[in-house]
């Protein structure tokens, strides 16, 4: 138990570095420490804590979580940013443990002040549903990103402002669907996937919320457990990504290990980033 704890201990150190935005402490060292952090030495641990200011009534609020979910014998996720891997533990017991991508770390701006980075979230999150067959609604950065990858200009689509598209067709919002109507009246809906947004001409289009085509079906695999405030861990349609920094902030594995993980991971089990 005093392992477990202790490693928590650490783990729970670490994460408060990230929060705070604590830079002293490079990718090398938190390896380091995250290593050290299984001996649960509690010198070491000291040393921890005040390199990172742990003297503070949230790190005491996240100690004490950890000591309630190591002390009751609940399984848990441990998630390592810096070693891109996933561990299902009770106690000191791994049940399982595999590969995951996390965040980049990227920088990306769009108009006005605009910003976003693509963080993996740490510390202590919690399962607050499992989903299946999950969609992905991008957030307005894909189309930000995908505009200036193609050197395209960024279009919001609004319901009721129709585009005018070349030949006389307009491009507009119809019920749950982004359609194209030609001058007979006629409406076709258009097909989107990720990878293949809608152009047209200069304009790189992005879909209202709530329509069909902000809506990717398969890009975060078979199963979600979804964390909250956008983030998750999920399966993915890019497996070679798995074992890199290589995300826009949530935490990918292959399909065949959502799989197993979402029929075992309970609604409630918490979830340690670090």
Known sequence: ?????????????????????????????????????????????????????????????????????????????????????????????????????????????????AKWKFETPRGRLTVQRKDIEPAWVPPDWHYVEAAQARRKKLYALQRGRPLPMPGGSTMLVSGNDVVVRTDDGRETPIEVREGTEIIVGDRLVMPPIGTNQRKYLGVLGVNRLYLGDGYGIHGTDAPTSIGRAASHGCIRVRNEDIEYLWRVVGVGTPVYVY
């Open 1 to 113: 138990m005093r392992r477990t704890f202790g490693w928590l201990l650490a783990l729970a150190a670490i994460a408060l570095a990230g929060w705070r935005g604590v830079r002293a402490v490079d990718a090398r060292e938190r390896r380091a420490l995250a290593a050290a952090a299984f001996a649960a030495d509690s010198e070491l641990l000291a040393t921890v804590s005040r390199q990172v200011g742990s003297a503070t009534d949230s790190l005491a609020s996240l100690l004490n979580a950890a000591r309630e979910d190591s002390s009751s014998g609940r399984p848990y996720l441990v998630v390592s940013i810096a070693d891109n891997r996933l561990w299902y533990k009770q106690g000191d017991e791994v049940l399982f443990t595999t590969r995951v991508a996390t965040g980049t770390g990227k920088h990306l701006e769009g108009a006005g002040k």
